[in-house]
């Protein structure tokens, strides 16, 4: 049921008619042969019967989808993209719109600590320890950045993620919070955060009872093919949006690197979602996400495409999404939509064409051509 549920409006709409032609051709054969027996040459109009019955078999149409969905889907699996039924496949040949979160989608997902600053006497390891403490759990790409350029780890218990605005725990008695700015006040450190994000850095900031400690500077390299992959969907006439919770320079940053002009920043999860419902009204819209934040926003889209790279919720990411691009997924965007076209133009062909139009001829010439050649 729940792969019957998946097909696509075509498979479904050539099925509906096999449904009903079916019927209809052995009712009309039948008729025939009634109207054999009438008027007095049941042989010969039991034959006719026959030819009609043959030519107007929907065993054409029947398969003209499925067979073309299994050649697409398997091909598509060829490249390292997995798509979930014909339905999806369909959905993604309409797609006029997508859509596209950053961390890990348009960025290498291997971020690094490029820059600390502290506040007052704080050091910069004494910063670090604090956000190796709360990441210590987390698979987040920004949490192994963290980690790997702390030299030790704060002791932080009773850790709570907020999903997107960050962690927090208690560390000796002490309430510590690791997040975005505007979960955690700048205060007098605004410049040099507002340094890293012109960068393309992502700043988060380390907090303990209320007191800003300081702001880590963490940055995720484009993917290389980013920009081709792009400029190639911009030329085919796809409108492209980024969505991400940075900020809004460091959003505005990597946008005007990759050439994606229309960017929303500062997201919660709930405000791609409803970004993606806004998109969606104006017309078909795919999301293109790899974690836990971005699993609403897939699920709401007109096509959901999950980013598979073992990263921070990617099983729900994947569970959420339509299809799954692994390897290079980016390359492999680009190839699965001009496929989904094509699917989309072959369905159609083949149904007009070879199905319903072979039918159609077929029944024509029996009923021209019978007389001629039939047994006299």
């Known amino acids: 049921e729940a792969e019957q549920s998946r097909k696509g409006v075509s498979q479904r709409l050539a099925d509906s008619i096999a449904g009903k032609l079916v019927p209809g051709i052995l009712i009309i054969s039948l008729l025939i042969i009634i109207f054999g027996f009438i008027v007095g040459n049941p042989v010969l109009w039991i034959e006719r019967a026959l030819v009609v019955l043959v030519a107007a078999s929907p065993c054409a149409l029947a398969i003209s989808v499925p067979v073309t969905v299994v050649a697409a889907v398997g091909a598509a699996s060829k490249i390292g993209v997995l798509i979930k039924g014909g339905g999806a496949l369909e959905t993604l040949g309409k797609i006029r ?44 790409p920004l949490a192994r950045a963290i980690l790997a350029a702390s030299l030790q780890r704060s002791d932080v218990i009773d850790v709570d993620t907020v999903p997107g605005a960050g962690v927090e ?50 940055r995720d390299e484009l993917r290389p093919e980013a920009r081709g992959v792009i400029n190639r969907l911009s030329n085919a006439g796809y409108a492209l949006a980024m969505l991400t919770g940075d900020n809004r320079l460091t959003a505005d940053a990597l946008g005007a690197a990759v050439g994606i002009t229309e960017i929303y920043a500062e997201l919660r999860p709930e405000d791609k979602s409803d970004i993606i419902r806004t998109l969606k009204a104006r017309q078909s819209t795919a999301m293109v996400g790899d974690g836990i934040n971005d699993a609403p926003a897939l699920a709401r889209a007109s096509a959901g495409l999950a980013v598979s790279h073992g ?20 390359e492999h965007l680009g190839l699965l939509v001009r496929l989904a076209r094509k699917t989309s133009e072959v369905i159609t062909q083949n149904i007009l064409w070879f199905a319903l139009g072979a039918n159609l001829v077929g029944i024509v010439l029996t009923a021209w051509l019978w007389p001629l050649i039939a047994p006299t």
């Open 97 to 140: 719109t997508i859509a596209f979160d950053k961390t890990g989608t348009l960025t290498q997902n291997k971020p690094s600590v490029i820059e600390v600053v502290t506040v007052s006497t704080t050091t910069k390891d004494q910063v670090l320890a604090i956000a190796a403490g709360l990441e210590a759990r987390s698979e987040h």
């Open 169 to 218: 725990g208690l560390l000796s008695g002490k309430r510590v919070r690791l997040g975005r700015p505007g979960w955690i006040d700048v205060g007098t450190i605004s410049e040099d955060v507002a340094r890293m994000q012109e960068a393309g850095a992502t700043a988060v900031l380390v907090e303990e009872d209320g007191v800003l400690l300081g702001a880590i500077a963490v």
């Open 311 to 330: 990263a921070y919720g990617i099983d729900l990411a994947a569970e959420a999404g339509d299809v799954v691009l692994l390897g290079t997924p980016l």
